[in-house]
């Protein structure tokens, strides 16, 4: 089974927000064996544009799992938080 990744690239636009927002995620993703890889603010484009600043890029062990996560109630109900709080773009990839 491949390990699958969740890429986030994200616009803060409400601080507080997005610091409520990041407090509830993880609890979202202990069920499916998720682990937050790391988080990070852009400090260099060295080849082409992003329109992010920030980043954040989470393991999980399948894209069943991704799907499953992403679905489930308990992360469904963040997402009204996380759109008043950031510009994300959210992005699977299996390895």
């Not at 080849?47 to 992360?75: K, L, Q």
Request: hydrophobic content about 45%.
């Amino acid at each position: 089974m491949s390990d699958a990744y969740v890429v986030g690239h994200i616009t803060v636009k409400n601080a507080d927000k997005w610091a409520e927002y990041r407090g509830k995620v993880p609890q979202t993703l202990a069920p499916w064996g998720a682990e937050l890889v790391f988080r990070g603010q852009q400090v260099a484009a060295l080849a082409g544009e992003s329109s992010h600043s920030d980043i954040v890029v989470i393991r999980f062990p399948s894209v069943a799992a991704v799907n499953d996560w992403f679905s489930s109630p308990a992360y469904q109900a963040l997402i009204p938080l996380r759109e008043q709080a950031a510009d994300v773009l959210l992005l699977a990839y299996e390895s």
